[in-house]
């Protein structure tokens, strides 16, 4: 508790003092906002300091603020940032974010967008020195590391999204895989963002952690139930309109997604879908584990995708990292300098992002944990197959 109380209270200081004294002074390049040329270090600033700038999370703040006041969070974004008075940006479909995001968001709502922003990009900084440690690396090492990934693109502009978020939560539900309750909140915050974080549920149903399962669906249930106590109709609004924001962004030319570059080129969605599937269980039986080939899987299989969704795999490439074989270690510092120096909007992305889940593609080869292989599950399998029985394996955190 007391290391809580310690990390709760510099977070704290922290926030104040970007609100209090840095925001009011002008940055060298104010006027550029949050465009890329200006640097990341300049957007950082910007999202740390609470400068009235647009970001990613504006969208998410503006449906949590109509949503505390028993209004439609799925509205056309530009009207519900013009009504709660947050900066202009014209964004003229609804939120493609499910109601689990909004639901985390709510209790920035309370603040004004500015102190929202600051309380959030710091929390995010946080987020990705935190993933890095609970992926094995020392807090000495990590806290720098974090601190280089937020300052630099893509992760200045991660900072003002979610994605961190689900970083955060694989690296928790790895850590303390062994925690039913923690590596429950894990896979809740890793799902809360993007709906696609469940398959990281399944590497514990291989294994039969159930005790994780059932606090997952426990988790995951509130945050899908709270903002129906606000606004009854939520979900319908996000399967209708929220659907139809998904489509729309799916459908940019920036799109980075690899079944979007699939699209482009006339080849089957579904096929490419069915090869990255058969990719990850190809590994997957290679080094005896299921749940990073599912975290690389869950990144590369995104229907929209820009640079900053590759810190989801973080945690994977700290992993790597830390098997130090001559394979991994090229891959992730050949990956990491890709993901760096392309510029994290237009149509760059498009072309680099593919060669970076390539890269981690090789390098996850190199990782060796076999706490989510189901070795006796599917000995089970094998020799009821063969028509002998057996009692079966005793679960994990049972």
């Known amino acids: 508790m007391r290391k809580v109380a310690i990390v709760l209270g510099v977070y704290g200081v922290v926030v104040l003092c970007m609100a209090l004294f840095v925001r009011p002074l ?31 999370i504006l969208l998410d703040y503006a449906s949590a603020k109509v949503l505390r006041h028993g209004q439609d969070p799925y509205g056309i974004q530009s009207v519900l940032i013009d009504r709660i008075g947050a900066p202009a940006w014209p964004v003229e479909n609804a ?5 689990t995001m909004i639901a985390l968001m709510l209790p920035f709502s309370v603040l004004s967008y500015e102190n929202a922003l600051t309380a959030w990009s710091i929390l995010m900084i946080a987020a990705l020195i935190a993933t890095v440690h609970l992926a094995g690396v020392r807090l000495v090492h990590a806290i720098p590391i974090g601190l280089a990934i937020a300052a630099t693109f893509p992760g200045a502009y991660g900072i003002g999204n979610a994605v961190p978020v689900i970083g955060l939560g694989v690296a928790i539900a790895y850590r303390y895989r062994h925690h039913p309750l ?86 089957s969605q579904a096929l490419v879908a069915a090869l990255l599937v058969a990719a990850a269980v190809t590994v997957a039986i290679r080094i005896k584990d299921s749940f990073w080939p ?63 889940v390539l890269l981690t593609f090789i390098g996850l080869t190199q990782v060796r944990e076999t706490d989510f292989w189901p ?23 049972s």
């Open 26 to 56: 002008t940055l060298p390049d104010e006027s550029a906002g949050m465009a890329a040329d200006a640097g990341p270090v300049n957007a950082l600033l910007h999202e740390t300091a609470g400068k009235s700038v647009p970001t990613d």
């Open 95 to 99: 939120n493609p974010h499910p109601p």
């Open 182 to 267: 923690m590596a429950a909140v894990g896979l809740a915050l890793a799902a809360a963002p993007k709906s696609s974080g469940l398959l990281l549920v399944l590497p514990f149903l291989f294994t039969r952690r159930w005790r994780t399962v059932a606090w997952t669906a426990g988790f995951m249930t509130t945050l899908s139930v709270v903002p129906v106590l606000l606004f009854h109709s939520t979900w319908s609004a996000y399967l209708g309109a929220g659907a139809d924001a998904i489509s729309v962004n799916a459908d940019r030319p920036d799109n980075a997604s690899i079944l979007n570059l699939a699209h482009k080129h006339n080849i």
């Open 294 to 356: 599912i975290v690389w899987l869950v990144v590369v299989a995104l229907p929209i995708a820009w640079m900053y969704s590759l810190l989801t795999l973080v945690p994977l490439a700290c992993v790597v990292l830390r098997r130090r074989t001559a394979v991994g270690v090229a891959t992730v510092v050949v990956a990491a300098a890709l993901t760096v120096g392309t510029p994290p909007l237009g149509m760059w992305p498009t072309r680099i992002l593919p060669i970076v």
């Open 375 to 397: 070795e006796n599950e599917i000995a089970l399998l094998v020799d009821r197959f063969r028509g002998r029985s057996e009692a079966p394996a005793v679960p994990v955190d």
